[in-house]
Protein backbone atom coordinates (compact mmCIF):
# COMPACT_ATOMS: atom_id res chain seq x y z
CA UNK A 1 0.00 0.00 0.00
CA UNK A 2 1.40 3.30 -0.79
CA UNK A 3 1.08 5.82 2.07
CA UNK A 4 0.69 9.84 0.85
CA UNK A 5 3.07 12.14 2.66
CA UNK A 6 0.84 15.51 3.86
CA UNK A 7 4.02 18.12 2.61
CA UNK A 8 3.78 21.31 5.70
CA UNK A 9 3.08 24.74 4.85
CA UNK A 10 6.41 26.67 5.45
CA UNK A 11 7.47 30.09 4.13
CA UNK A 12 9.10 30.75 1.22
CA UNK A 13 12.69 32.69 1.53
CA UNK A 14 15.26 32.21 3.76
CA UNK A 15 14.95 30.55 7.21
CA UNK A 16 17.12 27.84 9.40
CA UNK A 17 16.27 25.29 12.06
CA UNK A 18 18.51 25.97 15.52
CA UNK A 19 18.12 22.88 17.57
CA UNK A 20 14.87 23.44 19.61
CA UNK A 21 16.09 22.72 23.00
CA UNK A 22 12.79 22.76 24.42
CA UNK A 23 13.69 21.54 28.18
CA UNK A 24 10.18 22.79 29.64
CA UNK A 25 7.87 21.22 26.65
CA UNK A 26 4.77 19.50 28.83
CA UNK A 27 6.31 21.20 31.90
CA UNK A 28 2.37 22.37 33.61
CA UNK A 29 2.65 26.55 34.60
CA UNK A 30 2.92 26.81 37.39
CA UNK A 31 1.95 30.27 39.46
CA UNK A 32 4.74 32.03 41.04
CA UNK A 33 4.43 33.44 44.29
CA UNK A 34 3.64 36.89 44.25
CA UNK A 35 6.21 39.15 45.04
CA UNK A 36 7.04 41.70 47.89
CA UNK A 37 7.28 44.53 45.06
CA UNK A 38 6.85 45.18 41.97
CA UNK A 39 8.45 47.59 39.51
CA UNK A 40 6.00 48.86 36.45
CA UNK A 41 7.90 50.56 33.71
CA UNK A 42 5.29 53.18 31.76
CA UNK A 43 6.80 51.16 28.55
CA UNK A 44 6.13 47.82 28.02
CA UNK A 45 4.64 48.31 24.82
CA UNK A 46 5.67 50.16 21.21
CA UNK A 47 4.82 53.87 21.00
CA UNK A 48 4.30 56.65 23.37
CA UNK A 49 5.01 55.72 27.37
CA UNK A 50 1.87 56.01 29.56
CA UNK A 51 0.96 58.85 31.85
CA UNK A 52 1.43 57.93 35.25
CA UNK A 53 -1.68 58.61 37.19
CA UNK A 54 -0.28 58.11 40.64
CA UNK A 55 1.60 59.74 43.37
CA UNK A 56 4.02 58.09 45.71
CA UNK A 57 1.92 57.41 49.08
CA UNK A 58 -1.25 56.12 47.31
CA UNK A 59 -2.70 53.04 47.68
CA UNK A 60 -3.84 50.81 44.64
CA UNK A 61 -5.43 47.76 44.18
CA UNK A 62 -4.63 45.02 42.01
CA UNK A 63 -5.79 45.93 38.20
CA UNK A 64 -6.20 49.76 39.21
CA UNK A 65 -4.78 51.81 36.35
CA UNK A 66 -1.84 53.51 37.51
CA UNK A 67 -0.72 55.21 33.92
CA UNK A 68 -2.94 55.93 31.50
CA UNK A 69 -1.77 55.73 27.53
CA UNK A 70 -1.35 58.97 25.33
CA UNK A 71 -1.00 59.50 21.89
CA UNK A 72 -2.41 57.79 19.22
CA UNK A 73 -0.22 54.38 19.68
CA UNK A 74 0.49 53.57 23.88
CA UNK A 75 -1.12 51.48 26.43
CA UNK A 76 -2.64 51.32 29.41
CA UNK A 77 -0.45 49.91 32.47
CA UNK A 78 -2.31 48.50 35.61
CA UNK A 79 -1.28 47.56 39.35
CA UNK A 80 -0.14 43.83 39.18
CA UNK A 81 -0.63 43.76 43.03
CA UNK A 82 -2.22 45.79 45.51
CA UNK A 83 -0.18 47.93 47.69
CA UNK A 84 1.19 50.80 48.08
CA UNK A 85 2.88 53.09 45.40
CA UNK A 86 6.46 53.71 47.52
CA UNK A 87 8.22 55.27 44.25
CA UNK A 88 8.31 56.94 40.86
CA UNK A 89 11.92 57.22 39.68
CA UNK A 90 13.38 55.98 36.27
CA UNK A 91 14.73 52.20 36.22
CA UNK A 92 16.81 50.04 33.78
CA UNK A 93 14.32 47.65 31.53
CA UNK A 94 16.01 44.45 29.79
CA UNK A 95 17.93 47.18 26.77
CA UNK A 96 19.58 49.17 29.50
CA UNK A 97 17.86 52.05 28.65
CA UNK A 98 16.43 53.84 31.69
CA UNK A 99 12.70 54.40 31.55
CA UNK A 100 10.15 55.68 33.93
CA UNK A 101 8.30 53.73 36.34
CA UNK A 102 5.95 52.73 39.60
CA UNK A 103 6.97 50.65 42.51
CA UNK A 104 4.54 49.13 44.16
CA UNK A 105 5.30 47.70 47.47
CA UNK A 106 2.81 44.40 48.05
CA UNK A 107 0.33 44.57 51.09
CA UNK A 108 -1.99 41.75 49.80
CA UNK A 109 -3.62 41.02 46.52
CA UNK A 110 -7.02 42.88 46.59
CA UNK A 111 -8.30 43.26 43.49
CA UNK A 112 -10.45 46.33 41.48
CA UNK A 113 -13.79 46.46 41.76
CA UNK A 114 -14.42 46.31 38.22
CA UNK A 115 -12.15 43.00 37.46
CA UNK A 116 -14.82 39.58 37.82
CA UNK A 117 -13.18 36.63 38.65
CA UNK A 118 -15.41 34.62 37.21
CA UNK A 119 -16.08 34.98 32.95
CA UNK A 120 -19.31 36.84 32.10
CA UNK A 121 -20.15 35.23 28.54
CA UNK A 122 -22.55 37.75 26.11
CA UNK A 123 -22.98 39.37 22.91
CA UNK A 124 -20.82 41.88 22.79
CA UNK A 125 -20.84 44.31 20.03
CA UNK A 126 -17.21 45.37 18.10
CA UNK A 127 -16.83 48.24 19.64
CA UNK A 128 -17.75 46.76 23.21
CA UNK A 129 -14.66 44.15 22.44
CA UNK A 130 -12.05 46.86 21.03
CA UNK A 131 -13.15 49.28 24.12
CA UNK A 132 -12.58 46.65 26.40
CA UNK A 133 -9.31 44.88 24.88
CA UNK A 134 -7.74 49.38 25.09
CA UNK A 135 -8.82 49.92 28.67
CA UNK A 136 -6.91 46.35 29.52
CA UNK A 137 -3.75 47.54 27.98
CA UNK A 138 -3.31 44.30 26.01
CA UNK A 139 -0.57 44.30 23.63
CA UNK A 140 1.34 41.90 21.62
CA UNK A 141 2.84 39.51 23.82
CA UNK A 142 4.97 37.36 21.20
CA UNK A 143 7.42 40.32 21.37
CA UNK A 144 6.74 42.83 19.50
CA UNK A 145 4.90 44.65 22.16
CA UNK A 146 2.17 46.15 19.74
CA UNK A 147 -0.84 48.10 21.48
CA UNK A 148 -3.78 45.34 20.14
CA UNK A 149 -6.34 47.93 19.88
CA UNK A 150 -4.54 49.91 17.60
CA UNK A 151 -3.86 46.44 15.67
CA UNK A 152 -7.22 45.97 15.33
CA UNK A 153 -8.09 49.24 14.00
CA UNK A 154 -7.84 48.68 10.24
CA UNK A 155 -6.39 51.60 8.01
CA UNK A 156 -8.65 53.08 5.94
CA UNK A 157 -8.64 51.54 2.59
CA UNK A 158 -7.83 47.89 3.61
CA UNK A 159 -10.38 44.98 4.09
CA UNK A 160 -9.13 42.39 6.39
CA UNK A 161 -10.67 38.71 5.79
CA UNK A 162 -8.74 36.57 7.41
CA UNK A 163 -7.20 36.42 11.07
CA UNK A 164 -4.12 34.36 11.90
CA UNK A 165 -3.43 33.25 15.39
CA UNK A 166 0.10 32.16 16.30
CA UNK A 167 1.39 29.42 18.61
CA UNK A 168 4.61 28.82 16.57
CA UNK A 169 6.60 29.32 19.01
CA UNK A 170 9.48 29.02 16.55
CA UNK A 171 12.73 30.40 19.40
CA UNK A 172 15.18 27.61 21.00
CA UNK A 173 13.78 26.90 24.52
CA UNK A 174 10.53 29.30 24.61
CA UNK A 175 7.41 26.75 25.90
CA UNK A 176 5.00 29.53 27.28
CA UNK A 177 2.71 29.26 24.54
CA UNK A 178 2.82 25.94 23.79
CA UNK A 179 1.50 25.22 27.68
CA UNK A 180 -0.96 27.75 27.69
CA UNK A 181 -2.60 26.20 24.26
CA UNK A 182 -2.90 23.00 26.34
CA UNK A 183 -4.11 24.52 29.40
CA UNK A 184 -6.21 27.53 27.83
CA UNK A 185 -7.59 25.80 24.55
CA UNK A 186 -11.04 26.89 24.98
CA UNK A 187 -9.99 30.53 26.23
CA UNK A 188 -7.81 30.76 23.41
CA UNK A 189 -10.12 29.91 20.59
CA UNK A 190 -13.61 32.14 22.46
CA UNK A 191 -10.66 35.03 22.25
CA UNK A 192 -10.38 34.12 18.02
CA UNK A 193 -14.41 34.21 18.29
CA UNK A 194 -14.15 37.84 19.97
CA UNK A 195 -11.12 38.94 17.46
CA UNK A 196 -13.07 37.70 14.26
CA UNK A 197 -16.15 39.59 15.71
CA UNK A 198 -14.46 43.10 15.89
CA UNK A 199 -12.33 42.67 12.30
CA UNK A 200 -15.69 41.71 10.99
CA UNK A 201 -14.26 38.45 9.87
CA UNK A 202 -15.28 34.32 9.04
CA UNK A 203 -12.08 32.89 9.03
CA UNK A 204 -9.44 32.14 11.53
CA UNK A 205 -6.11 29.85 11.42
CA UNK A 206 -4.02 29.43 14.03
CA UNK A 207 -0.82 28.13 13.20
CA UNK A 208 1.27 25.65 14.85
CA UNK A 209 4.62 24.46 14.09
CA UNK A 210 4.38 20.09 13.58
CA UNK A 211 6.84 19.43 16.98
CA UNK A 212 4.02 20.63 19.40
CA UNK A 213 1.70 17.52 17.82
CA UNK A 214 -0.68 17.81 21.49
CA UNK A 215 -1.25 21.58 21.38
CA UNK A 216 -2.49 20.47 17.57
CA UNK A 217 -4.74 17.46 18.36
CA UNK A 218 -5.98 19.39 21.91
CA UNK A 219 -6.80 22.57 19.73
CA UNK A 220 -8.18 20.81 16.21
CA UNK A 221 -10.54 19.04 18.70
CA UNK A 222 -11.66 21.86 20.41
CA UNK A 223 -12.00 24.06 17.53
CA UNK A 224 -14.88 21.62 15.89
CA UNK A 225 -17.34 23.33 17.06
CA UNK A 226 -16.37 26.70 16.27
CA UNK A 227 -17.35 28.33 12.84
CA UNK A 228 -14.65 29.22 10.89
CA UNK A 229 -12.07 28.43 13.16
CA UNK A 230 -8.95 25.95 11.88
CA UNK A 231 -5.62 24.61 13.04
CA UNK A 232 -2.92 23.89 10.24
CA UNK A 233 0.42 22.40 11.59
CA UNK A 234 3.37 24.02 9.75
CA UNK A 235 7.01 22.50 9.19
CA UNK A 236 9.48 23.65 11.19
CA UNK A 237 11.69 26.57 10.50
CA UNK A 238 12.64 29.80 12.45
CA UNK A 239 12.06 32.47 12.11
CA UNK A 240 8.34 31.11 11.41
CA UNK A 241 6.66 32.73 14.36
CA UNK A 242 7.15 36.53 12.28
CA UNK A 243 4.52 37.96 10.94
CA UNK A 244 5.16 38.19 7.58
CA UNK A 245 6.77 34.59 7.38
CA UNK A 246 3.80 33.68 8.89
CA UNK A 247 1.43 35.23 6.66
CA UNK A 248 3.17 33.67 3.79
CA UNK A 249 3.11 29.76 5.10
CA UNK A 250 -0.32 30.47 5.86
CA UNK A 251 -1.83 32.05 3.48
CA UNK A 252 0.38 32.47 0.39
CA UNK A 253 0.22 36.02 0.61
CA UNK A 254 3.68 37.62 0.74
CA UNK A 255 3.59 41.17 2.40
CA UNK A 256 5.09 44.29 0.72
CA UNK A 257 8.38 45.89 2.01
CA UNK A 258 7.19 48.99 4.53
CA UNK A 259 3.59 47.35 4.75
CA UNK A 260 1.10 46.75 7.04
CA UNK A 261 -0.35 42.92 7.08
CA UNK A 262 -3.51 44.52 6.42
CA UNK A 263 -2.42 45.13 2.88
CA UNK A 264 -2.69 41.32 1.76
CA UNK A 265 -6.06 40.95 4.00
CA UNK A 266 -4.76 39.86 7.05
CA UNK A 267 -3.99 40.11 10.67
CA UNK A 268 -1.53 38.39 13.39
CA UNK A 269 -2.45 37.87 16.75
CA UNK A 270 0.03 35.49 19.17
CA UNK A 271 -1.81 32.71 21.36
CA UNK A 272 -1.10 34.33 24.43
CA UNK A 273 -2.24 38.05 23.10
CA UNK A 274 -5.64 36.05 22.36
CA UNK A 275 -5.94 34.74 25.51
CA UNK A 276 -5.52 37.66 27.10
CA UNK A 277 -8.29 39.42 24.95
CA UNK A 278 -10.72 36.92 26.40
CA UNK A 279 -9.25 37.49 30.12
CA UNK A 280 -9.86 41.12 29.44
CA UNK A 281 -13.44 41.05 27.45
CA UNK A 282 -15.51 38.21 29.48
CA UNK A 283 -13.54 39.32 32.97
CA UNK A 284 -12.58 43.35 32.69
CA UNK A 285 -9.21 41.84 33.14
CA UNK A 286 -6.14 44.02 32.69
CA UNK A 287 -2.70 42.23 31.15
CA UNK A 288 -1.45 41.99 34.70
CA UNK A 289 0.13 39.07 34.50
CA UNK A 290 1.51 36.46 31.56
CA UNK A 291 3.00 32.84 30.99
CA UNK A 292 7.12 32.97 31.32
CA UNK A 293 9.59 30.01 30.32
CA UNK A 294 12.39 30.18 32.78
CA UNK A 295 14.97 27.66 31.41
CA UNK A 296 18.26 26.39 30.57
CA UNK A 297 20.91 23.13 30.27
CA UNK A 298 21.89 23.78 33.85
CA UNK A 299 18.91 24.87 35.44
CA UNK A 300 17.60 22.28 38.24
CA UNK A 301 13.99 22.94 37.90
CA UNK A 302 13.14 24.46 34.62
CA UNK A 303 9.35 25.48 33.91
CA UNK A 304 6.72 27.48 32.88
CA UNK A 305 5.60 30.41 35.23
CA UNK A 306 2.24 32.38 35.38
CA UNK A 307 3.77 35.64 37.05
CA UNK A 308 2.67 39.33 37.91
CA UNK A 309 4.10 41.59 35.61
CA UNK A 310 6.83 43.71 37.16
CA UNK A 311 8.29 40.99 39.29
CA UNK A 312 11.91 41.29 39.09
CA UNK A 313 13.50 38.53 37.35
CA UNK A 314 15.50 37.49 40.11
CA UNK A 315 12.82 35.87 41.93
CA UNK A 316 12.15 33.59 38.75
CA UNK A 317 15.29 32.63 38.49
CA UNK A 318 15.60 31.29 42.40
CA UNK A 319 11.78 29.40 41.63
CA UNK A 320 14.44 27.41 39.05
CA UNK A 321 16.88 26.36 41.73
CA UNK A 322 19.16 29.41 41.41
CA UNK A 323 21.24 30.87 39.20
CA UNK A 324 23.60 27.83 37.76
CA UNK A 325 27.51 28.10 38.40
CA UNK A 326 28.04 27.86 34.82
CA UNK A 327 26.29 30.70 33.67
CA UNK A 328 27.62 32.62 31.20
CA UNK A 329 24.61 35.13 30.26
CA UNK A 330 20.93 35.45 31.01
CA UNK A 331 19.04 36.09 28.06
CA UNK A 332 15.30 37.88 28.17
CA UNK A 333 13.61 36.02 25.67
CA UNK A 334 14.56 33.46 23.28
CA UNK A 335 18.75 33.10 22.24
CA UNK A 336 18.31 34.14 18.86
CA UNK A 337 16.44 37.40 19.21
CA UNK A 338 16.52 37.98 22.69
CA UNK A 339 18.91 40.14 25.00
CA UNK A 340 21.46 39.50 27.49
CA UNK A 341 20.96 41.70 30.52
CA UNK A 342 23.51 42.22 33.06
CA UNK A 343 20.74 43.05 35.91
CA UNK A 344 18.82 40.42 37.07
CA UNK A 345 16.52 43.34 39.39
CA UNK A 346 15.06 44.28 35.88
CA UNK A 347 10.86 43.44 36.17
CA UNK A 348 8.84 41.26 34.12
CA UNK A 349 7.20 43.21 31.43
CA UNK A 350 3.78 42.35 29.07
CA UNK A 351 6.19 40.86 26.33
CA UNK A 352 8.59 38.93 27.96
CA UNK A 353 7.77 35.50 27.06
CA UNK A 354 11.64 33.88 27.98
CA UNK A 355 14.35 33.61 30.56
CA UNK A 356 17.34 31.02 29.13
CA UNK A 357 20.14 30.65 31.00
CA UNK A 358 23.26 29.89 28.94
CA UNK A 359 26.06 28.31 30.54
CA UNK A 360 29.70 29.59 30.05
CA UNK A 361 30.52 27.18 27.06
CA UNK A 362 27.51 28.18 24.78
CA UNK A 363 28.01 32.26 26.34
CA UNK A 364 31.38 33.10 24.82
CA UNK A 365 31.34 35.13 20.72
CA UNK A 366 33.48 33.54 18.85
CA UNK A 367 36.83 35.29 17.22
CA UNK A 368 35.30 37.14 14.02
CA UNK A 369 37.03 36.07 10.72
CA UNK A 370 36.87 38.17 7.13
CA UNK A 371 33.66 37.08 5.09
CA UNK A 372 34.61 34.39 2.95
CA UNK A 373 31.68 35.32 0.52
CA UNK A 374 29.84 32.07 1.07
CA UNK A 375 26.35 33.89 0.75
CA UNK A 376 25.14 31.21 3.86
CA UNK A 377 23.36 34.86 4.93
CA UNK A 378 21.65 35.63 2.04
CA UNK A 379 20.66 31.96 1.64
CA UNK A 380 19.07 32.20 5.52
CA UNK A 381 17.76 35.85 5.45
CA UNK A 382 13.68 35.56 5.68
CA UNK A 383 13.47 38.55 3.83
CA UNK A 384 15.50 38.19 0.66
CA UNK A 385 18.31 40.69 1.65
CA UNK A 386 21.71 40.98 1.38
CA UNK A 387 22.71 41.06 5.15
CA UNK A 388 27.19 40.63 4.47
CA UNK A 389 26.83 43.90 2.63
CA UNK A 390 24.58 45.74 4.83
CA UNK A 391 27.07 44.69 7.99
CA UNK A 392 30.04 45.94 5.34
CA UNK A 393 27.80 49.32 4.38
CA UNK A 394 27.24 49.75 8.02
CA UNK A 395 31.32 49.33 9.09
CA UNK A 396 31.76 52.30 6.24
CA UNK A 397 29.08 55.09 7.31
CA UNK A 398 27.63 54.59 3.87
CA UNK A 399 23.79 55.23 5.57
CA UNK A 400 22.35 56.57 2.37
CA UNK A 401 23.44 53.26 0.79
CA UNK A 402 22.54 51.08 3.49
CA UNK A 403 19.33 52.23 3.27
CA UNK A 404 18.57 52.02 -0.05
CA UNK A 405 19.71 48.39 0.35
CA UNK A 406 16.68 47.68 2.71
CA UNK A 407 18.62 47.63 5.86
CA UNK A 408 15.13 49.03 7.66
CA UNK A 409 13.59 46.08 6.61
CA UNK A 410 15.33 43.86 8.52
CA UNK A 411 13.36 42.12 11.30
CA UNK A 412 16.79 41.26 13.31
CA UNK A 413 15.88 37.46 14.04
CA UNK A 414 19.60 36.53 13.74
CA UNK A 415 19.53 33.81 11.20
CA UNK A 416 22.34 35.62 9.75
CA UNK A 417 24.92 35.12 12.53
CA UNK A 418 23.37 31.64 13.05
CA UNK A 419 24.96 30.48 9.95
CA UNK A 420 28.01 32.48 9.09
CA UNK A 421 30.83 30.47 9.27
CA UNK A 422 33.22 33.20 10.15
CA UNK A 423 31.02 34.37 13.19
CA UNK A 424 31.17 38.11 11.71
CA UNK A 425 28.33 40.41 14.09
CA UNK A 426 26.09 40.68 11.57
CA UNK A 427 23.45 41.45 13.06
CA UNK A 428 24.97 43.80 15.72
CA UNK A 429 26.39 45.51 13.07
CA UNK A 430 22.20 45.73 11.09
CA UNK A 431 21.21 46.73 14.62
CA UNK A 432 23.53 49.84 14.95
CA UNK A 433 22.77 50.75 11.17
CA UNK A 434 18.81 50.71 11.70
CA UNK A 435 19.59 53.28 14.88
CA UNK A 436 21.77 55.15 13.28
CA UNK A 437 19.57 55.76 10.01
CA UNK A 438 16.14 56.60 11.79
CA UNK A 439 18.35 59.12 14.07
CA UNK A 440 19.34 60.76 11.22
CA UNK A 441 16.05 60.56 9.50
CA UNK A 442 14.45 61.38 13.01
CA UNK A 443 17.04 64.83 13.01
CA UNK A 444 16.21 65.72 9.18
CA UNK A 445 11.86 65.90 10.04
CA UNK A 446 13.09 68.15 12.85
CA UNK A 447 15.16 70.28 10.88
CA UNK A 448 12.48 70.58 8.06
CA UNK A 449 9.70 71.24 10.49
CA UNK A 450 11.71 74.09 11.93
CA UNK A 451 12.50 75.90 8.09
Excluded at 21 to 31: F, Q, Y
Amino acid sequence: MRLEMKILKTFRFGGIHPGAEKLTAGRTIRVLSLPEKVILPVVQHAGSPAAVIVKVGDRVKTGSLIARMSGAVSANIHASVSGIVTKIEETVDASGYKINSVQITREGDDWDDSVSLTPVIKDFTPQEILQKIKEAGIVGMGGASFPTHVKLEIPEGMKVDTLLINGVECEPYLTADHQLMLEKGEEILQGTQLLMKVLGVDRAIIGIEVNKPDAIHSLNNLSKKYVGITVEALAMKYPQGSEKQLIQALTGRQVPPGALPASVGVLVNNVATTYAVYEAVTKNKPLIERVVTVTGKSVKLPGNFLVRIGTPINELIEAVGGMPENTGKVVIGGPMMGRTVANLHIPVTKGMSGIVLIPDSEASRQTDLPCIRCAKCVEGCPMNLEPYLMMQLVEKGMWDLAEENHITDCMECGSCSFTCPSARPILDNIRIGKSKIRKIRSDQQKSNAKS
